[in-house]
Each structure stands twice: as C-alpha cells, then as structure tokens.
C-alpha cells in the first residue's frame, strides 16, 4: 500500500452492509485449543491476518501440522493430544500479543527449550505477570529483558499444576493463555486473579472457547478463581467463528458520524465478543439500534457526548473517540489504563492525534475527556498501530483532508480493510468517493 492514504468525504449518509473477517481474538484461541487437542479439528471463517500467521506459524514450530485453504478461512489442525512435538524452536510473533501470552502457557507443556521474542515494541509490553504465574504452576519461564518484557526462555519440562496468582490489571490475555495450557497440566489447576480484572468479557471468550473443545472449568461469577481440572484434555471439533466484533465498530461508526444506516452480518446480541456492546455506547450518544438473529443494525442520529466506562470492550476506545469528534458536548472515556500497554500507549496516542483534528483533549492515566471542535484537515500518524488507522479513517468519512499514514498497519488484523471501507462507502446508495488512494 502506498505511505499515506487520503480518505475522502462521502456527500451522504452511508447505507450499507458488511460482513468483516473472522474474529481474531477467537481465531487465535481456537488455533491453541486445536492444537492441543486429541485429533484433527477444522477451524471454519478464520481470519487471515499478520497475528493468525505468526500463530500458525509459532504452532508449526512447535511440530503441530496446520493447513490453510479458502483463503485462510479454513484451518485443519491436527492436536498433539497435549504432548507438542517440537524439542526446541525460536518462535517470532511480530507484535501479536496474544501469540507471544498465549504460546508462552502453551510451550511449556513440552519437552526442551524454547525462545520467543517479537518486534522492538513487543519487547516493551510486559509479560512478566504470565512468567510469574507459570512458574507458581512448575514451569521455567524467564524474561530476557528487564521490566519482565520479552525476549521469553522456556526450558520446558511439562506443567505440573497446582495454584498460581495472577495479576488481573495488566493484561486479560495472561489469564487467557493460562486457562488455555491449564487442561494438560499433570495436576488440577487453580487460577486465582489478584486485583480488579480488565478486558472480562475475552476470559468469558477463552472459557466458551475452551468449552467448545470439551474442556469445563469452574468459576466464580467476577473470576477471582477458576478451576481447571487436568482431565479435561481438549477433543478435536468442527469449529464456527464469528466475525470480528472490534472489526465491525469501525462500520457502525461510518453509520453514526454520517447519519446513515449499517447492517453488520454475522452478529448478534448473544455473540461470544463482548465489543458487540460498542453498539451500546453508540446508543447512548443518540444512535439507534436493531438486533436480528444473525446481524446488528446502527443507524446514526444527531450525537451527543456521553461519560462511559470502556474497560470490558477497550479494543473500540478509538473507535469511540473519533465518533465523539462529531458530537454535542463532552465525552469521558474511563477505566482503560490497561491500553497504555497494547501496540503502543493508546490513550497518548489519541490525545495526540485528535488534538490534530482540532479536539481539546485532556488526558488521565486510566481514561480521556474530549471535546469537540471544528473537525480540521490532518495527517494522523498511526504509531504502527491497526486500530488507530481503522479508527481515524472514519474521521475521513466525514471531514475532509484526513490522512492516514502507514496504512499497511491494518495488515495486523484487517489487510483488506480500507478496500473494504471503500466499497461500503462507494455504494450505489452514496455518492461520496470513499477510501481515495494518494
């Protein structure tokens, strides 16, 4: 893709439909799942992205056999039954977080040694917290650098099990990773969680996941403690996933800052993500909504600010804050510390970037307050970070003169999306211009 993409205004509200890609969130949980599981599963409407290849990639590694067809939308996994093949293996996971966490439970259930290191960024976002707990399990699991970031070392031995503490502030992905590796372990496991848990709706995810490959677990109703028994081994399975919910706010967004009317398929209000309640906050601002049995419907209104806590769906922060550019009065983001540690420092980022567009921002260690201006023309950096790409080209939709550097980012989770943004928003019922390539 080109440096820098100019996104042109449509004149009218955008009426449409879409069905983003699968959920990357579920397709990497389902990968490990499979992976670990006694016979051959079929992973169906997989995302192909720069996160699920580094996982594909990290499984082969590890000697587990995984076969792409239909364009990455279907995976065959044939499980190691708990036991990877592989004695030792270097294993990149670019800057996916959920494949360094997720692997880092999962190797240590081997034979050997294993290193897993990433992007210079991904060697700043920590993971120490995962090492401790695993290591409380039996593991021997070390950081290379210091402040308990990647590189990882893993001299594995198998998990022997027991009872571990993690923190729950940091990351929801250490927990996750942990539940996923805590079936193979040679003892029961008690996970108990210190502090208040973020991002609760993707260990709700894990646990379905988890459930779908035939593992049950126990838990208190805040996740405090969850109990893994080791007999529960994973068994192979003909797998659904559903589109991408964070994906998807990106569309719903188009609708409310054009006043117009987006239908995403492949949702509904009973979906396994918990960032299907992106369409709520929207609600809130003066959107209406319409739930169907396999879609969800936005269509904009005239907006209003709101003060809303973000923690359980922090994936569509930003998306949320560039539709707030184009509301009446204030809007507070709250409760989301937790993103300063993600592709970058997300709540800095934002600051940055709307104050560009000519939004007064004040910035708080867990949250942000903006308001709104005259949207003015800008080039917005995007600190190789997808969701700030995918989030201010709907600022694009409707103001004129964004642009997006390095829209490549959006490789990460989304590679067709600004062809994709283009096409909703050059529909025969608009007659705006869309996603214009400079």
């Known amino acids: 893709m080109p440096d ?10 955008v009426v449409g439909e879409i069905r983003p890609p699968g959920s990357k969130s579920i397709t990497n949980r389902a990968l490990i799942c499979a992976a670990l599981a006694e016979g051959k599963s079929e992973l169906q409407g997989a995302l192909d992205s720069e996160d699920t290849q580094v996982m594909i990639d990290g499984l082969r590694a590890l000697g587990i056999s995984v076969n792409v067809a239909d364009s990455g939308q279907t995976l065959q996994v044939v499980g190691c039954g708990g036991n990877l093949p592989a004695k030792a293996a270097e294993i990149f996971v670019g800057n996916s977080g959920t494949t360094i966490r997720f692997l880092t439970a999962a190797v240590t259930l081997g034979q050997g040694k294993f290193r897993l290191d990433g992007v210079e960024r991904m060697r700043e976002r920590p993971i120490g917290d995962l090492a401790s707990a695993l290591n409380q399990l039996g593991a021997d699991v070390r950081c290379e650098r210091d402040g308990g970031c990647p590189p990882v070392k893993v001299a594995a031995r198998g998990l ?3 009872v ?27 996970l108990r969680v210190a502090g208040k848990l973020v991002s609760i709706p993707y260990v709700r995810m894990t646990l379905r ?28 399975c003909r797998y659904a996933i559903e589109p991408d919910a964070s994906a998807a706010s990106y569309f719903w967004a188009v609708a409310a800052v054009t006043g117009g009317k987006v239908t995403v398929r492949g949702l509904n209000s009973q979906s396994l993500q918990g960032d299907v309640a992106f369409v709520k906050c929207l609600q809130s ?12 419907t936005v269509q904009g209104g005239p907006l209003s600010g709101i003060d809303v806590d973000m923690n ?48 007064k921002v004040a910035e708080y260690p867990g949250g942000l307050d903006i308001i709104p201006g005259e949207v003015l023309p800008a080039t917005i950096d995007t600190y190789n970070d997808h969701r700030m790409a ?7 939709i409707k103001a004129r003169g964004v642009v997006i550097r390095d829209p490549d980012c959006t490789a990460k989770t989304y590679p067709k999306f600004f062809t994709e943004l283009g096409s909703l928003t050059n529909d025969r019922q608009n007659s705006g211009h869309g996603a214009n390539l400079h």
């Not at 459930?211 to 969850?226: L, P, R, W, Y």
């Not at 601002?285 to 969800?296: N, T, V």
């Not at 995918?390 to 694009?396: K, P």
């Open 4 to 13: 820098e993409i100019e996104i042109q205004p449509v004149k009218k509200p």
């Open 160 to 162: 022997q099990g027991g």
């Open 164 to 190: 571990a503490t993690v923190r729950g502030d940091i990351s929801s992905q250490f927990l996750s990773g942990l539940l996923m590796a805590a079936p193979c372990a040679e003892e029961d496991v008690i």
């Open 209 to 236: 996941v988890m459930e779908s490959f035939g593992v049950k677990t126990q838990f208190a109703s805040d996740f405090c403690e969850i109990q893994i028994p080791s007999q529960g081994r994973y068994q192979a």
């Open 285 to 296: 601002m003066g959107c209406q909504i319409e739930y169907q049995e396999d879609a969800i």
């Open 312 to 359: 359980a769906i922090s994936d569509t922060v930003q998306t949320l804050a560039v539709v707030a550019l184009f509301a009446k009065g204030t809007t507070r983001i709250r409760n989301i510390a937790h993103i300063r540690h993600k592709e970058t420092d997300r709540i800095a980022a934002l600051a940055t970037e709307l104050r560009k567009l000519g939004a």
């Open 390 to 396: 995918m989030s201010f080209a709907v600022a694009g």
